[in-house]
């Protein structure tokens, strides 16, 4: 079945130095993939996407990497700062026929930054 | 910014209570989603909601779950009966476009006893 996961439960960083959090989906067919960050008690936060027509997109200190050949997406960060601790999910976007696209998300990776 | 808000942050209820969560979406949003998180797990889809239908739903979402737009900002959830299995983080979400991102609220808390 379709399935969106991640490598790495929890990853550990020093402040200062670059992340990578990685992300396997399985649904060749999905055209648009999204990185959010999730704090404690807080709802997801959007944090960059991509669409299948680009292998690369760059944000403010993050950039997003899609491989189609492996099915594989990861998210960068730049000099990772304590602010970027948090639980970071790909999801994966079905466009519905009926209206609107829904997401599938992965697992969660939990980032550490550590001073 | 233009945020998705919701109401209760965190609501207690015993079990087979009704309870209905709120969610106010963007404002020009068209399209709104519920979404679900079970402690220490994965966000799960529940629903979404276009032009006053439910354009789609999960296998969670069945005959106890329902969702209205009372009005033209209002977006809610209504659990018929609570399970225990019911309790989680319950998470709106809306877009402007079918393709577009999803933005989410901050969720309310569900804590079925």
Redesign the interface.
């Known amino acids: 079945g379709e399935s969106v996961g991640l490598h790495l439960p929890t990853l550990s960083v020093q402040e200062g130095d670059n992340s990578i959090i990685n992300c396997a989906y399985s649904n060749s067919a999905s055209d ?1 993939f ?1 990185w ?1 960050k999730q704090e404690s ?6 944090i960059i ?1 991509i669409r299948s027509n680009m292998d690369k997109r760059q944000g403010q200190r993050v950039t997003v990497l899609l491989n189609k050949t492996v099915k594989h997406l990861s998210l960068q960060i730049a000099a990772t700062q304590p602010g970027d601790s948090a639980v970071y ?1 790909c ?1 994966e ?1 079905y ?14 990776t939990q980032l550490k930054v550590e001073l | 910014e233009p945020e ?1 808000t919701q109401t209760p942050s965190h609501q207690v209820t015993q079990m087979g209570q009704e309870v209905i969560l709120r969610c106010v979406p963007i404002s020009n949003h068209l ?3 519920w ?1 679900r998180q079970i402690l220490g ?5 529940l629903v ?4 006053n ?4 739903k999960s296998e969670i979402f069945d005959d106890q779950f329902s969702v209205e737009r009372p009005d033209g900002s209002n977006f809610t959830l209504k659990i018929r009966s609570t399970k225990l299995e019911d309790s989680a983080m319950y ?1 709106c979400a809306s ?1 402007g476009g ?10 309310t808390r569900l804590t079925v006893l």
Not at chain 1, 41 to 46: A, N, R, V, Y
Not at chain 1, 95 to 108: A, M, P, R, S, V
Not at chain 2, 98 to 107: C, H, K
């Open positions: 648009y999204i959010y008690g807080k709802g997801p936060q959007f996407d999910f999801a976007s466009i519905l026929t009926g209206g609107g696209n829904k997401l599938t998300f992965g697992t969660g | 998705v399209y709104f989603y979404y797990q994965k966000v799960e889809f979404s909601f276009y032009n239908e439910i354009s789609e998470f877009t079918m393709t577009d991102t999803q933005y989410f609220g901050p969720g």
